[in-house]
Each structure stands twice: as structure tokens, then as C-alpha cells.
């Protein structure tokens, strides 16, 4: 198969945008209070004008907007404590180390994965620079360091398939900083003040997290003007699981949008978002807008976020029922998919160092349902690296809120590292998924607990091959099994 053409989407609204969004989980948690827009009939004529531009304005900024509204939130909870917190919370500057795999309890973020230990950090780029210590690696043990702006654009993919497993010093800076550096320390630098790293460290099983947070405790995070005087990471204090997202909505959410664009402006976009002038973004909010243009705002954020909803959920490359994601990190203009790729998962990564096929439908396109059973066999060959450190693995998730689904038997994910499956005479997998126990002895063993109800899955495949990169690897179909 010739590499897969890129999906484009087009909205035509009074004039072309290209959108973005988020997850309705966060909208339901929001503690925002969306007052309803003033009916447009009640406009004169003029104030119906006015109503129309800030309207085809305010969708076209929920698009282009909602990926670093998403990263400004998250920046603003994972912050917002005095200490590190083994929840993976921070101050700025400092490592937040998750130290159990995420599961059912934890709605942070979309979609977060159940193979490795988290390390986060949220830096401030503004004043100086930050060097980041890797340790050594020896065991061959998957770790990455993925470094993203605000805009969630790729800075840099720390981890053993681009730098090695014998660590190092590594040093983040804002793009035009001018002062002096270390010799000899690669340098990586990034469009915005902000940036955040999601660190990865595989873990094979429960008896190995142990080993796996023993390297977590090794990363070091230093401000330039201390460096090369490093410390220690300090214990964190415990805490019960991740924080919940509250995303501001309506005439907050474009008040937060003004807020980071004013703190991580982009030289490239200044045209464009200089047009959001007119709804109050880079001119004072929308406090002192008119009624009729706030009424349109109401009405664009909900339209705004049902068109990236619908883009996250068809987004990507389809093949046999998976959507694929070849741009992860790189959109450039592409706005609408920047949105749709966060609303899925936050801050996706760049494809050579994981892809994130995902699935709603089955193998006649309806939608995933508990109440059903399906049937899905992997290859034996998955096509992943494992000289790398790289495996795979296929996690439930539900549709609605697309985080992990609480089940009887604790299992939230099939792959690699999952123990006592049984594999097919030929090396492949045959994974049974579906709410109700099974009672064959194979499907039993096999089983991925899904919820009474709809649901996505989504597969990881740390350190893929390049077939998979070039879009040349196909994963297999799923199957409704008639009961």
C-alpha cells in the first residue's frame, strides 16, 4: 500500500475555516455556567450584522484556539500546587512524577494510557532556559521525553531511538533567547514561553513498576543559571489520583483564549488572530462587547465545539475501521485537526516514536456497544521496535468521555506485557471484547471488559517500524460476534 493520503476536512460557514475542539468529559465537568444567547430575531438589522461577523469569528477562533485553551487549562491544574504531588502535579520548573500506572480513577487528560509511568513538566520558558538531565537507561526499558509548545507543536522527542539509552544534559529554550550556553549541550528550542513534557517509562507488569520508578527518581530538572548544580527530585507527596479538569466554557472559554494567546503569541498567526479583534481577543476581552456580538460568542462556542467533536471522532486516515493520525505534532495550518487530535488525546505524539490508531464502529460501521461481543486478531508481527524498547497495546476507553472504564477483573488494556493470554497455533492474538464474562476458557483468558454501553478503543504502538510511519501497515478488522 502506497503511503495513505492526508484527510482534510472543510467547513463552509459564510466563508472557509479551517476548526479544533476538546472533550465533552471536560465540558460536562466544567463549572461554567453558560448563559443562553440572546435570540437573534430580537436584533435590528445592524445588530443582526454585528451578530453574523462575530459569530463566523468566534467559530473560526473555538477552532484554531482550542488546542492551546486545552494546554492552558491543564497548565494552570498541574500547577497549582506548592509541592510535587505523585500525581504527576508540579510548580513550574519542577518534575511531577506519576508513580502507579493510570486506570479508571484518573480524568486528567483523554485517553491517558496504561503501559508506563508519567513524568511531567510544565516549564516557563521566559526568563531562561531549563536543562533537563536524562539518566542512563539499561535495561531496555521504552522512555521517551516528548517536549511540546503551547500549541502542542512537537520542540523535541527525547528518548532511546533519537539520543540513546547513556542519558545526558539537554537544554529548553525560547526561540530568540539570546544569553549565553554550556557548551557542547544539544539545544532545543521552542516557539512559545510555556512547554510541557509528558515523560514515558514502559512497565512490563505490577512487580515492575518499582524498578521502573527507580529510574523516574533519576531525572533531574535544572534552571540555567544553577546549572550544572543539580538536585535531586524531592519525594512527592502522595495523593489518591489525578485532578479533574474543569474547562471554562462560552464567554469564559474565549477570555481564556485571549489570556494565552497574549502569553504565547505566534509571529506566524498575528494576522489571523489579529481578526479576533472584533470579539474582544488582544483588546480587552469580552467584557465591554455588545450583547449581540456576546450572544454570538455563546452560539459559536457551542457550534465551534460540536464541529471539532464530530472532527475527533472521523479524523485521521480510516483503514478496516481504524483511524490513524500520520501529522501528530506538526499541523502547521491545519487547525481543525490540531483540535480534533487534542480532543482525543492531549498533546499526541509525533508518529515515529508512537502511533494511536483509534476506533469507534465495527466491521459494518456501527458504533462500539457493550451490550455486544466483538472479535479482533492481531498479527503476530505488530511491526513495532522492540530493540527499542517499543510494544503495543489496544486500551477501552468510553466514547462519551474517553477515559478508562472500571471493571471486574482490573484490565484495561491488551498487548505485549499482558500476562497469560493464549496465542493462536500462528503467533497472533485473538482478543475478545464485550461487557459480559465470557464463559469460554479462550475468550475468558483473551477478554478486554468493556462498558454497558458505547465505547472507543484506542491501540499504542511505542517505537513503530517505518512501515508503520509510511502508512504501509494495516491493522486487522473487528467483528460483531452474533450471540
Known sequence: MNKLMKKTVAIALAASFTLSGCSQATMANSQTSTPEPQA???FTDREQAEYNYAYALGVQAAVYGWAPVMMDVALELQTSVDAPISNGQAPLNELGPITRLWDYRDRSYTTPNNDTLYLQMWGDLEEQPIVLTVPEVTDNR??????IDMYTEAVVDLSNATV???????????????????????VYYSDTRYIWMAGRLGV??????????????????????????TQPQPEPKESAGAPTVNFPAGLEWFDRLDKVLAENPLEKDKELVDTFAYIGIGNGGTENLSEARKAALQAAFADGFAIVRDAAVNTGVPVNGWNWEYDAGRYGTDYLLRAAVNMNSIGLNSPERAMYPKRYVDSNGEMLNGENGYTITFPADMAINSHLGGFWSVTMYDAQDRFMVENKIDRYKIGTVTEDLIYNEDGSLTVYIGHDKPTDAKHLANWLPAPNDDFMLQIRMYEPKQEVVDGEFVLPEMFKVEK
Do not use: H
Open 204 to 229: 512490563e507488569n505490577l512487580a515492575d513498576e518499582a524498578a521502573a520508578r527507580e529510574v523516574q527518581k533519576q531525572f533531574r530538572l535544572t534552571k540555567l543559571s544553577d546549572y550544572p548544580n
Open 142 to 147: 521504552y522512555w521517551m521525553a516528548q517536549i
Open 164 to 186: 540513546g539509552n547513556d542519558g545526558g544534559d539537554f537544554i529548553l529554550a525560547k526561540k530568540g533567547y539570546e544569553g549565553e550556553l554550556p557548551e557542547g549541550l544539544p
Open 40 to 42: 437573534a430575531s430580537s
